[in-house]
């Protein structure tokens, strides 16, 4: 089966700092790979998504951008942290089209 | 541009009462409409796919309908353990759209 370690759980990070969440896949390869940000009582929203290694495609102009430096790898960065990029940081991974999206656990970031 | 719409936004059960989520889309070229759950802190944990108009899927007191405009997910006789956030996505091309969701509280 597959799965998807994500990593920190949870970040305090100060405004204006960098930021690295990483998110690894096992159980398939090739995957369509994305990141979702959740704001409090707000629904999944789409920042990245990757069909492949270094394709990228960007969903929202903002203060942070992603790689896929490896198949099963994705990664978001940030070279400066802003208050608004507070927020619950989900990866999310697809076998193929027409199936299902498989989640990580997500990182709660809190921008002080 | 592609909007989903679930209401209500809050609905508490006591156990046993059953009841419907709606699930609003507009998305052109609807490849299918997926339901998750969320526990507070976790991620998504997918429930169904639905594919065309018309079809149904059942798990244990969860059942997903589908038409060209709405998805319902109905809990029949909820359990305390059925409290979650439920989100429905329905896709276009490569992606996901997913709405704020119905938090659901059933209680004993």
């Known amino acids: 089966s597959q799965t998807i370690h994500q990593w920190p759980a949870t970040l305090v990070q100060p405004v204006g700092s960098p930021l690295s969440l990483e998110c690894t896949v096992e159980g398939t390869s090739n995957p369509n790979l994305y990141w979702y940000r959740q704001a409090a009582g707000r629904g999944l929203q789409l920042l990245f998504y990757?069909?492949?290694?270094?394709?990228i495609s960007s969903e929202v102009p903002q203060n942070l951008s992603a790689s896929r430096p490896q198949d099963r790898q994705f990664i978001l960065s940030s070279k400066k942290l802003l208050l608004s990029d507070s927020g619950f940081y989900l990866c999310?991974?697809?076998?193929?089209?027409?199936?299902?999206?498989?989640f990580g656990q997500g990182t709660r970031l809190t921008v002080v | 541009e592609d909007q989903v719409t679930q209401s209500p936004e809050a609905l508490r059960l006591q156990e046993g009462e059953s009841s419907s989520l709606n699930c609003s889309y507009t998305v052109s070229g609807l490849r299918g409409l997926f339901w998750y759950r969320q526990d507070p802190g976790k991620g998504p944990e997918f429930l169904f796919t639905?594919?065309?108009a018309g079809e149904e899927k059942e798990k244990e007191r969860l059942k997903a309908t589908l038409t060209k405009k709405e998805s319902f997910l109905h809990i029949t006789a909820p359990k305390p353990e059925d409290s979650a956030t439920y989100l429905c996505?329905?896709?276009?091309?490569?992606?996901?759209?997913f709405g704020a969701g119905t938090t659901v509280t059933v209680r004993a």
């Open positions: 990757s069909v492949g290694i270094g394709q």
């Open positions: 996505a329905p896709e276009n091309d490569y992606k996901l759209s």
């Open positions: 639905l594919y065309s």
């Open positions: 999310a991974a697809r076998v193929s089209l027409n199936t299902e999206a498989f």
